[in-house]
């Protein structure tokens, strides 16, 4: 069964840090990996999508890396600001057509 | 602008009542899901729906109920059985490059 760990759970930051969060998965058969924000009480937006071929995706200051050999995902933001702050979330999708989640990274950037 | 759209934002349902909850996507999307998501547990999959008039039990079905009769709608009924339904839920659809497109979310809370 696909599980799906994110680390920290939780970060407290000063603006302007670069930031490093962490996604794993236990089966590497998976898609595609795609990472959200979420702010609190609100919806999903969709950040990144990485096809399961590829290593790489870039949106402004964010960075998404994939090695899905060792079931890793980087989520790399740069130069952090305080409207940065939500929760991150990542997920596989599974050759089912499912989307497992991890539980989030709480992101806090202070000015 | 396409997308998502979840009603209502608030619901509250008391003991012993069957609400439903509305999901309307305009992106002609076929695939359309349901998750539950509770503090510190993530994101739960509810049931989902790969093409109109088929639909399947996801991770947490019991106590939920669904129907696929148009492309665009996917409503999900949270019946008296589910014993615990105070959550946030969330639909998503599934199409395109963009992967998964979440709406805005309903908090239904039990009084």
């Known amino acids: 069964k696909q599980e799906v760990t994110q680390i920290p759970a939780a970060l407290s930051v000063p603006e302007g840090e670069n930031l490093v969060l962490n996604c794993s998965f236990t089966?590497?058969?998976?898609?595609?990996l795609q990472w959200f924000r979420q702010d609190p009480g609100k919806g999903l937006t969709s950040l990144l999508l990485?096809?399961?071929?590829?290593r790489e995706q870039t949106s402004g200051r964010l960075n998404a890396s994939l090695d899905k050999s060792s079931g890793r995902s980087t989520l790399y933001i740069a130069a952090s600001q305080p409207g940065d702050s939500a929760t991150y979330l990542c997920?596989?999708?599974?050759?089912?057509?499912?989307?497992?989640f991890g539980t989030g990274t709480r992101l806090q950037v202070f000015p | 602008d396409g997308g998502i759209t979840q009603s209502p934002k608030y619901l509250f349902r008391k003991e012993g009542q069957n609400v439903t909850l509305s999901c309307e996507q305009n992106?002609?999307?076929?695939?359309m899901y349901w998750y539950r998501q509770d503090p510190g547990q993530g994101l739960r999959l509810i049931y989902y729906s790969q093409i109109v008039n088929d639909f399947q039990k996801g991770d947490i079905a019991e106590g939920y109920s669904v129907s696929r009769e148009k492309k665009e709608s996917f409503p999900l009924t949270v019946t008296s059985a589910q014993k615990n339904p105070t959550a946030f839920y969330l639909c998503?659809?599934?199409?395109?490059?963009?992967?998964?497109?979440f709406g805005s979310g309903t908090r239904l809370t039990v009084v």
């Open positions: 990485i096809q399961s071929s590829q």
């Open positions: 089966d590497s058969a998976i898609y595609n």
């Open positions: 998503a659809s599934l199409g395109g490059p963009a992967g998964y497109t």
């Open positions: 997920a596989v999708r599974t050759d089912t057509d499912k989307l497992i």
């Open positions: 992106l002609n999307h076929d695939a």
